[in-house]
Structures are given as structure tokens and as C-alpha cells.
């Protein structure tokens, strides 16, 4: 009998699935000598380990506590860590209860369950270009036709945008952004375009997909208001009226493993990603959770002033070596929080072809930034992140990466 010729049998969404060229980076991690620039990752010397040891001791050793620990759970998630993040949003801006809070298995999955939710074959996703890749591989496996969500400097009018949705057979669906310090470009959406975007969501009948996976990690500059806070705001605070979704994750402030996210939105949309949970994976683990909430208890605010200050050294440290290592006609951008810089090479050098001889000839890793384009891809770019390597580190891993576009461009 011979093999089971699997092509054959794989739903077209399928073909639409890539590798993420991130995962595979990482990978090189496990080499040494490799400098590496490339995964988005937390530096592991901020886990609260003890804290985490601690709440699961204190769960555990407790029967009544452990017991509930194992067990299966509710879909929308934890009482109390909902609770926290109740508190959380409303020192942000943005009133909501218990059922307006959906815990899922980092923000990731959030994504995934809303395009499941909102996207039919050939309906029309704005996004900006470039965006979060891992956004662009959840929403794939549904099918969309993408379009390039632009605020500033644009002149794509709400009907341009569905007319063009319309002559491919579908509808537009949403608009994804990541607004504060965005992966992959370091770059803070400002409060009027925020509000250009709610009026575009708007006029398009739409929701909004806030991702704000980095919102808490700001270095300097004011603070800038959630698109969900603005929304509530605009409806004299009832979230009940906004289109605004909100996407959160312990994962750059806390930690990365016990995989805990979550939404917030308006319970209609809630109710539904319910199901989707269910379906899915029934509920995300019982423990990670209640661990979560003990910690994100008596840690958060103080795990988050060491990242900052981390952080802002690190990005100090490669703002300091791109000014000092790179040649010109090379530009970067400068980053007020998160975990990343974009850099734009000169015209004619392409990112994917960089990163192999940087990797060959310098020991060096970072992600092209074609990866991180729906449409239209900018191959004269590439990502740099800053929060795995050390100060010593950035500095011999940018003077390497510039001696290497010198030679490219020579």
C-alpha cells in the first residue's frame, strides 16, 4: 500500500500558510557566536521567577486551590485575572465588566479567533504596511484579500476602500494596527491619526483591531490614549458602543510561556470569540492563569519600570551605534518604547540577500523586512530588535552589520 499523498487532501486556506521567518530565525539563537538581532523576545532576566514559583507553590500545596487548578474551567477565563484586567483598562481609559473580558492563550490566539470570526474567503483586510507578521500568518489561514490601511499622507477614501473590496468579491472586514512602539517598526501612531482611523472604521462599518502588545513599554514622550479609550470616550463611555478591539498580552511585561492574553471588546463580539474558545481549546489553562493573576498582582507595575529601564538602554545603545556604524543613505527609525527599529537600506539592497552573507561573513541575524508586508513588499528593509542583545553586544552587532552594507553597496 503506498503513502497517503497528503497534498491531496489539505484545505486550500492551507497553501496560505507560511513558516514565519522569525520562528525559523531563533532558531540560530542556539549558535553562540551568533549576534542576534531578530527575534522579538524579552530578555529573560526580567521573569519574575520567584514571584511565579511562589504563586504556584502557594496554588498547589493548597488541595481546595489545586484542585481548581487542574480542572477544567470557564471559557471566558478566570475570574480574578478578568477582574485584574478590569481594573488594568479602566486606569487606561476604558470602563468594562466581566463580559467584556475574554482570556485567551496569549494575544496571538486572539488574533486568530478574530479572523476566524470576522473573515470570509476573499473579504478585504486593511492593514499598514509593514505590520506584525504574526498577524499576517493568523489572518492568512482565513483567506482575505489584504489593502493598505493608510492615515497619513493618503487620499484612499472609505468608498475607494469598498469599492475595491467589492470588485474582488467581498467586503472589507477590519482594520488591524499595531498603534504603540509597532512591530515591526518602532513607529507610535499619533492621536489624530487614531481618530482618522476610528472615522474610517466608521464609515466602513467595521471594527478596529488594536493591538497593544507593547502599549505599557514606553521609554519617553507622553502617553498616548488607546484607540479603545478614545472610542469609549467618544461614546461617553460606554464600551457597549464602541468598534474598537483591544488586544492585550502579559507576554513583553511579564512573561512570555504561561502564554495569557486577552480582549476586550463590546459584548456582543465577546460572546461570540466565547464559542470560538470553546471550540477551540475549550479554556486556556487553569493554572498559567491563576498564576497570572497572582503575579500580575504584586509584580506588574514594578516588572514594567525594570523593562523600561532596560529597554531604553538597550535602545539608547543601538540609537548610538546606527549614528556612529552606518553608512550613508541608510535610515532608521527612533523608537520611543517597545522592542524594535526599522531600517530602510539604500535602493538596490535587499533584506533576504543581506541576512544570508550577514549571517556567513559576520555572524549577525536580524528579519527582512519583506516579511512583514501584506502587498507591495519594501525589500530594501530589515527589522533590528533590541531587547535580547546586551549594550556590548549591539554595539559590535551594529558595527558588523555596517561594515557589511558598506561592502554591499560598494
Excluded at 513558516?19 to 525559523?24: L, N
Excluded at 529601564?309 to 550613508?328: F, Q
Aim: net charge negative; with cysteine.
Amino acid at each position: 500500500m503506498s503513502a497517503l499523498d497528503w497534498s491531496h487532501v489539505f484545505a486550500t486556506r492551507s497553501e496560505r500558510m507560511r513558516a514565519s521567518e522569525i520562528r525559523e530565525l531563533l532558531k540560530l539563537l542556539d549558535q553562540p557566536d551568533i549576534i542576534s538581532f531578530a527575534g522579538g523576545i524579552p530578555d529573560p532576566a526580567l521573569f519574575p521567577v520567584a514571584a511565579i514559583r511562589e504563586a504556584q507553590d502557594a496554588i498547589l500545596s493548597d488541595p481546595k486551590t489545586a484542585a481548581q487548578a487542574l480542572q477544567y474551567s470557564i471559557s471566558e477565563g478566570y475570574v480574578p485575572l478578568r477582574q485584574w484586567i478590569i481594573d488594568f483598562m479602566a486606569k487606561n481609559g476604558v470602563p468594562c465588566t466581566l463580559d467584556n473580558v475574554l482570556i485567551t492563550c496569549g494575544s496571538q490566539q486572539g488574533l486568530d479567533f478574530l479572523a476566524k470570526m470576522l473573515l470570509t474567503p476573499g473579504d478585504t483586510a486593511l492593514v499598514e504596511a509593514p505590520t506584525y507578521l504574526g498577524a499576517l500568518q493568523a489572518f492568512n489561514a482565513y483567506e482575505p484579500r489584504y489593502d493598505r490601511l493608510t492615515l497619513e499622507g493618503g487620499n484612499v477614501t472609505p468608498a475607494a476602500y469598498a469599492s475595491a473590496a467589492a470588485a474582488n468579491g467581498g467586503r472589507v472586514k477590519f482594520a488591524y494596527c499595531v498603534p504603540d512602539f509597532a512591530n515591526p517598526t518602532g513607529i507610535t501612531m499619533s492621536v489624530e491619526n487614531r481618530r482618522k482611523l476610528l472615522a474610517l472604521a466608521a464609515d466602513l462599518e467595521i471594527p478596529v483591531i488594536e493591538d497593544s502588545a507593547y502599549q505599557a513599554l514606553r521609554f519617553e514622550g507622553e502617553g498616548v490614549p488607546s484607540i479603545l479609550a478614545l472610542d469609549c470616550a467618544a461614546n461617553g463611555g460606554d464600551i457597549e458602543k464602541t468598534r474598537t478591539v483591544y488586544c492585550g498580552t502579559f507576554s513583553k511585561t511579564l512573561v512570555p510561556a504561561l502564554r495569557i492574553g486577552w480582549i476586550v471588546a463590546a459584548q456582543p463580539l465577546i460572546q461570540k470569540l466565547v464559542l470560538t474558545k470553546q471550540a477551540g481549546d475549550l479554556h486556556s489553562s487553569t493554572l498559567n492563569q491563576m498564576v497570572m493573576a497572582r503575579v500580575a498582582e504584586t509584580t506588574y507595575d514594578a516588572n514594567v519600570e525594570r523593562a523600561i529601564a532596560l529597554y531604553r538602554g538597550r535602545r539608547d545603545a543601538m540609537m548610538a551605534a546606527l549614528a556612529t556604524s552606518m553608512p550613508k543613505g541608510v535610515e532608521w527609525t527612533k523608537p520611543e518604547g517597545g522592542l524594535f527599529v526599522w531600517v530602510t537600506l539604500p535602493v538596490g539592497l535587499d533584506g533576504a540577500d543581506l541576512l544570508a552573507r550577514a549571517i556567513a561573513e559576520e555572524r549577525i541575524a536580524f528579519v527582512p523586512g519583506s516579511a512583514f508586508f501584506a502587498v507591495d513588499a519594501m525589500t530594501n528593509t530589515i527589522r533590528l530588535n533590541f531587547s535580547s542583545p546586551n549594550e556590548a553586544e549591539i554595539a559590535e552587532g551594529i558595527a558588523r552589520l555596517g561594515r557589511l552594507i558598506a561592502r554591499s553597496m560598494a
